[in-house]
């Protein structure tokens, strides 16, 4: 089946401008802004240190943000994207079209991707910009790879939001599905790892943890920033429970591009 990247990115277009009209993409950059700059100059507040101290620190405050927000952004901004449609009853009239289902997903996914994309990229460029005149390029380096894994990690939330989207009997059902999913992977996944190794005092699951973390699109990007930080690595816990053979950087990023092209790859069977 031959696939039409006209008909794709045409979608594509719609859904980024349908973002920018309603201004969604602008708020979600206004908040990723003032929240970074906070970060950057009162993250380290606790050690009695105001402003930018190192770019190792400031990294480490970032993930703490970019973990909480930019998987709930992307859980919200995918969750209608095919329920929305059909329950205004335009998704018929789409597939009425000369158009594939496949080619509808793709175009709303990318369309919706280029909205995220550009919402990280200035929100988070904009700090970046601002400290480049302190950083060297060896640490902006460090900040741009820290923006890559950011934006792998919210493609990763919306390919899953999209699935939802797909599986949903309607926007209520998405939404609180979203929310739950949300909730699973920042909040929940992780304590209950945790309360497992504390209960059984580490009999039970101590080899399986590093693999289970992998499960979690939340751990990976929190794994890729945080475990080569020598600073600050010890105080979330990973250097005694990640082994380094785990940490490679390329086997990170292969199963964070699994939970892209996995959850859409669902999607796309489920809708077909």
């Not at 480490?60 to 952004?73: E, H, T």
């Not at 969750?79 to 079209?97: F, K, N, P, T």
């Not at 209960?199 to 992998?214: I, K, R």
């Amino acid at each position: 089946m031959a696939i039409e990247t006209k008909q794709i990115l045409t979608i594509a277009q719609k859904e980024f401008w349908d973002r920018i009209r309603n201004r969604w993409v602008l708020a979600v950059t206004a908040i990723f802004i003032f929240f970074t700059f906070v970060i950057t100059y009162f993250g380290a507040s606790q050690q009695g240190v105001v402003g930018f101290s190192s770019i190792e620190l400031t990294i480490a405050s970032l993930v703490s943000l970019a973990i909480y927000l930019v998987p709930l952004i992307s859980l919200i901004l995918g969750y209608d994207a095919i329920v929305g449609e059909r329950e205004r009853g335009s998704l018929d009239l789409l597939l009425a079209l000369p158009i594939t289902r496949l080619e509808l997903l793709l175009g709303k996914y990318l369309g919706l991707s280029a909205a995220l994309v550009f919402s990280i990229i200035a929100g988070f460029g904009a700090v970046g910009v601002f400290l480049s005149y302190q950083l060297d390029l060896g640490a902006l380096a460090q900040y741009a790879s820290f923006v890559l894994s950011t934006i792998l990690m919210g493609l990763s939330f919306l390919s899953l939001s999209v699935l939802i989207s797909v599986l949903a009997a309607n926007k209520t059902i998405a939404s609180g599905t979203s929310i739950a999913l949300w909730f699973l992977f920042v909040l929940i996944y992780d304590l209950v790892l945790l309360g497992i190794l504390v209960v059984t005092e580490g009999q039970w699951g101590g080899d399986l943890f590093p693999f289970l973390l992998l499960l979690n699109p939340a751990d990976i990007f929190r794994i890729l920033n945080i475990f080569g930080l020598d600073q600050v690595k010890t105080l979330y816990g990973l250097a005694t429970v990640f082994p380094k053979s785990l940490a490679n950087p390329w086997l990170l990023n292969a199963a964070m591009f699994s939970w892209i092209i996995g959850p859409l790859g669902l999607a796309y069977w489920k809708f077909k």
